[in-house]
């Protein structure tokens, strides 16, 4: 009786969390979106980094005490 219940407790404690295969589908469920997101908005996010760093480049020159050229 005793190992019947050791069993029975093993085979709960096995049903915990994740299993190796449910972390693979879940991070190409993530990698897909990521992959994606960045093919779609590739162009404007390129743009849009480029117009806040030359902001920052203009916001950096009108500072009092700036020496760069």
Known sequence: MKKQRL???RRKNSERGFTLLEYAAGAVVLLGGAYL???TFSDSLGTYFSSVSQWVTTE???LPGNTTP
């Open 7 to 9: 069993i029975g407790l």
């Open 37 to 39: 997101a960045m093919s």
């Open 60 to 62: 950096a020159d009108a």
